[in-house]
């Protein structure tokens, strides 16, 4: 897929499923590189293909469609205007540690918030949702949000 | 702030007491434990709001007065949901030192030679405003997990992550500035590493020094012309810093540049033991842990002329 292409697509996934302001992101650029597409700010500064992480991966392709990845949703943060999940913490817990919640929002990937933060990317589906934030980093979430349960956290 | 007891220096770094004036202040820093210190990373949030959140933890935060994105906090903050949404890095005070020298700006191509973990990649992507084209090496594939997660976490958006030994750097690309931080004996990290106490060893040294050697060239090398590079430490053996900064001097016409801190310092040696080291050694900068109340390092500020 050339250049130009990516950064469309991405543009128009993001403004059509978050209704995503990016506006202020003037340089920010989408490419695509082993299958997922990257936001970048480094083109045209280097020639890209000098590495494979050219920047920080904004999208994966799915059998779902495209798939948000959860840091960028993260960056995005409050330019994120649709499919937002606001969540108690109780219920972030209990997606975190790997279990659905009912919550009637568009089928399709979502963003997952506490508060005023963006947290990462969840899915939602026949009126459930789940979080899809990498194991890893959801345990790192339990514990900064001190919500890890005394033992046998099945993650 | 909460101290823990102060813990037996022993025989510290008993090498340096001639090059150390002020060997009691040091030996006192060294002492007792360096204080928590966080970069507010305005990528993703201002100061102002980092030190508003910190404080509703019921956490003190108190800015430095020579850089609004540094706060000394009186708990640690390694599990917050600030740390983990990239809000802040925590990093010694010294070690922002290099960056601050380095200067990198927006729209510049800019080389971390020796990047993981990443807080100083992070570091430059700040000052340079997500605007250029970073490129953010490092060889180890054990160390490389730490820097990409860092990147992710704090919302780098013009870094270019490769994995060269750096030594090897491919000759293909130049750079407005080169990050030579390199892999040293660490003996600046006393103060979180006691077994650095009586200093590195010596072959430790003559090990890394060879690297040093070779990494400091070939950064200097992928310098454009009329480009700087800065190389930097965290330890005081002067066969990793001065000595290498000479070597380069010797190889190559590399200006040395002198170095303005807003702390204390203490000039780069111009010689040590047998050694004699060029005059303009003198320009590179010791911090020693007193300095800050902090970590110790050493940082060389080159030019490549035009």
Redesign the interface.
């Given at each position: 897929m050339c250049e130009d292409q990516a950064n469309a697509e991405a543009r128009k996934y993001f403004a059509e499923r978050f209704a995503a302001d990016l506006s202020d992101l003037v340089?920010?650029r989408f490419i695509e590189r082993g299958g997922d597409i990257w936001?970048?700010?480094?083109f045209p500064?280097?020639?890209?293909a000098?590495?494979?992480?050219?920047?920080?991966?904004a999208l994966r392709r799915t059998p779902h469609g495209l798939k948000p990845t959860s840091?960028f949703l993260?960056?995005l943060?409050p330019r994120l205007h649709r499919s937002v999940a606001s969540l108690d913490r109780d219920s972030l817990r209990q997606l975190l540690m790997g279990r659905h919640i009912e919550m009637n929002l568009t089928d399709g990937f979502i963003a997952l918030k506490?508060g005023d933060?963006i947290?990462g990317c969840g899915r939602a589906f026949g009126g459930q949702i789940t979080a899809l934030i990498p194991t890893g980093?959801r345990r790192?979430?339990l514990?900064?949000?001190d919500l890890r349960p005394a033992r046998n956290a099945n993650l | 702030m909460n101290r823990t007891p102060a813990r037996p220096v022993g025989n510290l770094m008993p090498r340096y007491r001639g090059i150390i004036s002020s060997w009691d202040a040091f030996a006192e820093a060294c002492d007792r434990p360096a204080p928590t210190v966080l970069r507010a990373n305005s990528l993703?949030t201002s100061p102002e709001r980092l030190r508003s959140r910190i404080q509703d933890l019921g956490v003190d935060a108190i800015p430095f007065a020579w850089d609004p994105l540094l706060v000394q906090v009186d708990q640690p903050l390694g599990?917050?949901?600030e740390?983990?949404?990239?809000h802040f890095y925590i990093q010694e005070a010294t070690q922002t030192a290099p960056v601050r020298v380095l200067d990198p700006q927006p729209?510049e191509?800019v080389l971390d030679l020796c990047a993981a973990p990443g807080g100083k990649t992070v570091q430059i992507a700040t000052s340079m405003r997500?605007?250029?084209?970073?490129?953010a090496n490092e060889p180890n594939g054990r160390r490389q997990p730490a820097l990409?997660a860092n990147?992710?976490?704090l919302?780098?958006?013009?870094?270019?992550?490769?994995s060269y030994r750096g030594e090897a750097f491919p000759m293909r690309?130049s750079f407005d500035r080169v990050l030579v931080d390199a892999p040293c004996s660490g003996e600046g990290t006393v103060r979180k590493d006691r077994s650095v106490i009586s200093g590195a060893r010596p072959t430790t040294i003559r090990r890394l020094s060879r690297i040093q050697e070779r990494l400091l060239v070939r950064g200097y090398d992928l310098l454009r012309p009329g480009g700087t590079l800065v190389y930097s430490t965290c330890t005081f053996a002067p066969e990793e810093n001065e000595a290498i900064v000479s070597y380069l001097v010797g190889q190559r016409e590399a200006e040395i540049l002198p170095i303005h801190l807003p702390f204390d310092t203490s000039p780069g040696l111009t010689g040590w033991q047998e050694a004699e080291y060029p005059k303009e050694m003198a320009r590179c900068a010791r911090i020693y842990p007193h300095h800050l109340d902090s970590g110790g390092g050493f940082v060389a500020h080159v030019r490549r002329p035009s």
């Open positions: 340089r920010l936001a970048t700010t480094a500064t280097l020639d890209l000098f590495s494979k992480t050219p920047g920080l991966r840091a993260t960056l943060g506490l933060d947290l980093r790192e979430l514990d900064a949000l | 993703k599990r917050t949901i740390h983990w949404l990239g729209g191509r997500n605007r250029g084209a970073l490129v990409l990147i992710n976490r919302g780098v958006l013009h870094a270019l992550v490769t690309e």
